[in-house]
């Protein structure tokens, strides 16, 4: 039999003393990394008689998928919607910085912008792989500006817009490419909604509804035609209501098509959305609960006035505003802050609370056989955690890229 050398010159690494999130649970066993991917140890054993050539005691930590936001607008001063001419610096900075809150990929957003704007931002953008650099960016999300005026939120009313009769060219005309979107999200009873939702998703795109007025049956119409995502479930859209639950209702409709999943964005920050209604959500629909940050530029910076695209927020502690409103605008709480507040609130267990800022946004892209997991052949995208869920180290394709302080691994 051949040695493990002769598969690959690339170093085994074992990874001991762990808990493993792998099939819904803690496991206690070793994590195997080659090449950037986690190995299956018994085919390492039996089909290439290898062992490995680095141990790495973890000390009992939990590992657990990395974090991934696939709604995060900015943060330490960088605002991603607002056009300048050193933008790659800015989305590098961030990339960087959220690695020591675990994410390891992320979906860059916009808000609601000029076309001039997404003109000149988004050629800028590029879906990259994540490293030492930062984490990898999985493709854009555009939040706007085809939303509803009374459910606009944080997002200048000014530029708003609607669908006329070229629809989806007219979407077109206004972000002027789409080549790294990743997710549009946009109000479902608008008219001509449903050719949009359509193309976006024949194209890839994720479409997700939000800052809507739309009521149950338009909702499950969208999710008919392809929609698969809701942008912060509770926050810019209808309350919930016993005779037409509106959004909110898609959690638990009978009308959602057969092998399809209705994922939703939640900001549990403590501030966007009360314990309560954090719980009737995830009770309802566990398996499509998806953590977002909706950090602004002001997330990791002091308290006082920032940018919001065309908006100046002002940030009060851990609420953020509209300056001179009480219009809640995004978030500053980092994804291991939201990660742990969705812990404390629900009483969940910590695999379910890790899952779904990890897992599920996997799977809502569609890149689960990738990432959001510790599978075999799946990418070693991974973070060593504490058991009351601090980051510790976090690592990307098998390799550290953070660490808590200079006396860790």
Known sequence: MPSNKSVSDAPIFQFTNCRI???????????????????????????????????????DSI???????????GGFGVDFSLATDDFKSGIDLVSQKILSHGVTSFCPTLVTSPPSVYHQ??????????????????????????????????HPERCLRTFEAGAFQDLLATYGSLDCVRIVTLAPEMQRSSEVIRELTQRGICVSLG????????????????ATFITHLFNAMLPFHHRDPGIVGLLTSDKIPAGRRVFYGMISDGIHTNPAALRIAH?????????VTDAIAGMGLAPGRHTLGQQVVEIDGLNTYIAGTKTLSGSVAT???????????????????LEAASLHPAQLLGIEHEKGTL???????????????????????????????????
């Open 121 to 154: 931002i988004l050629p800028q953008i590029s879906v990259r792989n994540g490293g030492a650099h930062g984490a990898g960016i999985l493709g854009v999300h555009l939040e706007g500006p085809f939303i509803s005026k009374e459910k606009k939120g944080a």
């Open 283 to 291: 009770r309802a629909h566990p398996k499509g609960l998806v953590l």
């Open 375 to 409: 599978n075999y052949d799946s990418d070693a995208d991974f973070l060593m955690l504490s058991d009351s869920l601090y980051v510790q180290a976090t690592y990307i394709a098998g390799e550290r890229v953070w660490r808590r302080d200079a006396s860790g691994m």
């Open 211 to 226: 800052h809507s007025v739309a009521n149950l049956s338009q909702a499950e119409e969208a999710v008919r035609q392809g």
């Open 63 to 73: 590992i657990a998928p990395g974090f991934i936001d696939v709604q995060i607008n």
């Open 21 to 59: 999130l792998r099939n819904h649970e803690l496991q206690r066993e070793d994590l195997w990394v080659r090449e950037g991917k986690i190995l299956n140890p018994e085919k390492l054993f039996f089909d290439e008689k290898g062992s490995a050539d680095i141990q790495l005691d973890c000390k």
């Open 335 to 353: 994804m291991d802050t939201c990660v742990r507040h969705f812990l404390e609130a629900t009483g969940c267990s910590v695999e379910t609370a």
